[in-house]
């Protein structure tokens, strides 16, 4: 009886093969995301001139704005290179893809492969459910990364050539705190994910509490009542301090990378102890 | 030689979920070299089982031990050893066949590109075509071939047969019989002849692959708690020693 005893597959290579087979099966949805935003940056910028040439017109226009909807829809300063970019880009279609971008890569990880199925094949290989988790959340980070980069990219490039007037390290900041709003979400959705492997249930507590601190940021300026419960919202968090403007907010910045990283450990423990459904 | 060794020993593993189904106080032994035969009827609790021994479920209650592995401790060193074809098989859809076995052969360390376009040549599987094209039989083929690749100590099949056609039956059939007999399948290294066997069927792929006929006396019956929907029997039949071609001799067991 000389049965040779096969040993457990070293972890980097195992982590990187599925990573990388989790962004290729990504890859066309992350590019959508990525190209849609990317175009409706050119969009945006392309429409700046004419803004901004008649910016006294255009701001005397937004300034008889109710100040509740000027500030709901970031509208204070339209007419600067950093307030347009705030009004159009940051306070909603940036947050929202790379939040859609998060939730869905959160939520295709463990529930995703748990509803199709496949997660019989992929948990009866020897990986670990935390060497599962760490790939799943590196790839759905790269792809969250990817999009936010294109995103930079073009409005780093085109700014210059419309005349906007932003700095680089403002509009990476602004890019930054979103990119992490949307970490944020995206770990919230990992531990629902988790916790029923089930994937629509997941996206949709994930997207829907994204929905409603978006609401909640958006309308509280415009309700006494609500107003206390602004600083409820992760996107005040994230973007109440205009890092377009201000820069990077360091303290905000670090609490939603904790609390994105307390999420994925909470969902890893989560995981190791889930049942993992049959079809 | 020494009598053959403990592959798989469960002790009064019980898995209780919802209200809906589950196992209670289980105790078996597989030894190896031996094909063994789980049969039931639907919703006895057969994957449920087969599903605890992956880790994809945590038991209730009791141990199990695989090679010395003990399922819920050591469930990665198990899996390493495992080869594991689901009752329920999904696969990656927009992956070719060849595509998806390179996969599960890098995470597994590497299984030699040549052990399974053998094993696909063998079962007249064609590789080179998307997983969502290929029909029902044809998926089940990447399943086994997928089980197998990796010359494990010990499979866990889970109605294996299901979707073949007859004459893809008789050659897994084949494969399984030397696998256990290690015979084509010994030159490869890590096999070494020491083959041990776990089959698992559902009743009617083992009564038509393995003609085995359960006699009245076999059937047990015992009283399951919060069991509610599903049959109260379920019967082991043990396959003792390597598959014979006209058929496998049955020693009954029960659980």
Redo the contacts between chains.
């Keep these: ?10 972890a980097m ?2 982590v990187l ?2 990573t990388l ?1 989790t962004l290729r ?1 990504r890859w066309r949805s992350t590019f959508g995301w990525g190209l849609g935003l990317v175009l409706i940056g050119i969009m945006q910028l392309a429409v700046y001139p004419s803004v901004a040439t008649s910016s006294e017109g255009m701001q005397a226009f937004v300034d008889q704005w109710p100040d509740a909807l000027k500030e709901a829809f970031s509208l204070d300063a339209y007419t600067t290179g950093a307030g347009f970019l705030n009004a159009e880009m940051f306070s909603m279609m940036v947050p929202l893809v790379l939040i859609a971008i998060a939730c869905t890569g959160a939520a295709a990880a463990t529930a995703g492969e748990e509803e ?6 992929l ?6 459910r935390g060497r599962v988790m760490a790939a799943k959340v590196l790839a759905t980070v790269i792809a969250v990364l990817l999009v936010a980069a294109a995103t930079l990219l073009t409005i780093a490039v085109g700014a210059p050539l419309v005349d906007l007037d932003v700095g680089v390290g403002d509009l990476t900041a602004g890019i930054a705190m979103t990119t992490l709003l949307a970490l944020f979400f995206g770990a919230v959705t990992l531990i629902v994910g988790a916790l029923t492997g089930k994937r629509t249930v997941a996206l949709g507590v994930g997207v829907g509490l994204a929905l409603a601190a978006f609401l909640l940021n958006a309308l509280a300026p415009m309700a006494d009542w609500l107003e206390p419960w602004q600083k409820a919202s992760p996107f005040e968090w994230a973007l109440g301090d205009s890092p377009l403007v201000n820069g990077l907010d360091v303290p905000m910045a670090g609490l939603l990378l904790a609390l994105s990283i307390i999420g994925v450990i909470v969902a890893d423990v989560l995981y190791h ?1 889930h ?2 459904g ?2 | 030689m020494d009598g053959p060794a403990t592959a798989l020993r469960l002790q009064g593993l019980t898995k209780f979920y919802g209200s809906q189904r589950g196992i209670e106080d289980l105790s078996l032994d597989v030894k190896t070299g031996e094909v063994f035969g789980f049969l039931g009827p639907n919703g006895a609790g057969k994957t449920t089982t087969i599903r605890m021994i992956l880790g994809l479920l945590h038991p209730t209650d009791g141990t199990g031990e695989v090679l010395g592995f003990d399922i819920v401790k050591d469930s990665v060193a198990l899996r390493a050893n495992t080869g594991y074809l689901p009752g329920d098989l999904a696969l990656y859809d927009r992956m070719t066949g060849r595509d998806l076995l390179e996969f599960l052969s890098r995470m597994r360390g590497g299984v030699p590109r040549q052990r399974y376009e053998e094993l696909a040549e063998r079962l007249h599987l064609d590789l080179s075509r998307r997983v969502k094209d290929l029909s029902r039989g044809n998926r089940q083929k990447i399943g086994v071939v997928a089980a197998f690749m990796h010359s494990p100590q010990l499979l866990v099949l889970d109605e294996p047969t299901s979707g073949l056609d007859p004459l893809v039956q008789q050659e897994f059939q084949r494969l399984v019989r030397e696998t256990v007999e290690g015979g084509a399948w010994s030159r490869w290294p890590t096999g070494s002849g020491s083959w041990c066997m776990a089959a698992w069927w559902s009743w009617t792929a083992s009564m038509s692959c393995a003609n085995a006929r359960p006699g009245a006396s076999n059937w047990t019956s015992r009283p399951r708690r919060r069991i509610s929907p599903a049959p109260r029997e379920c019967n082991v039949w043990k396959f003792a020693g390597p598959p014979r071609r006209a058929g496998l001799p049955v020693r009954p067991g029960l659980c």
């Design positions: 009886m000389s049965a040779v005893v096969l040993p457990i597959p070293r290579p195992q093969t599925l087979r099966e199709r199925g496949t997660a019989d094949v948990l009866s290989l020897p990986v670990s102890r049942d993992i049959g079809r």
